[in-house]
Nanobody, 122 residues
Framework: VQLQASGGGLVQAGGSLRLSCAAS????????MGWFRQAPGKNREFVAG????????DYADSAKGRFTISRDNAENTVHLQMNSLKFEDTAVYYC????????????????WGQGTQVTVSS
């Protein structure tokens, strides 16, 4: 599975961005998908995850109520709608695919995209 993340950019605090991740392959629906982020000097952290059929979602506390993960298995894409962005959301955002169930651990994910930069100005 190859993953290509896009949609990052510069936005003012309070604004919105929609990240997308396009996946190759015909078995996309068998993978749980996750979004992670990594700020400079910090560990990569879980943001949101979604099961293969989109039934189960999970969010980091920092994302609850502001971010929404969704997927379109017909288009092999997963999205992260980010609203009410804060300065502390600034990071490189990565999408990842897991053969297992939705997980908050980076070790559970088998494939990673290249990352897309999100910068929130205060």
């Amino acid at each position: 599975v190859q993953l290509q993340a896009s949609g990052g950019g510069l936005v003012q605090a309070g604004g919105s961005l929609r990240l997308s991740c396009a996946a190759s392959g015909r078995t996309f629906s068998t993978y749980a998908m996750g979004w992670f982020r990594q700020a400079p000097g910090k560990n990569r952290e879980f943001v949101a995850g979604i099961s293969g059929q989109g039934i189960i979602t999970d969010y980091a506390d920092s994302a609850k109520g502001r971010f929404t993960i969704s997927r379109d298995n017909a288009e092999n894409t997963v999205h992260l709608q980010m609203n009410s962005l804060k300065f502390e959301d600034t990071a490189v955002y990565y999408c990842a695919a897991s053969r297992m169930a939705v997980s908050t651990s980076t070790y559970s994910y088998d494939y990673w995209g290249q990352g897309t930069q999100v910068t929130v100005s205060s």
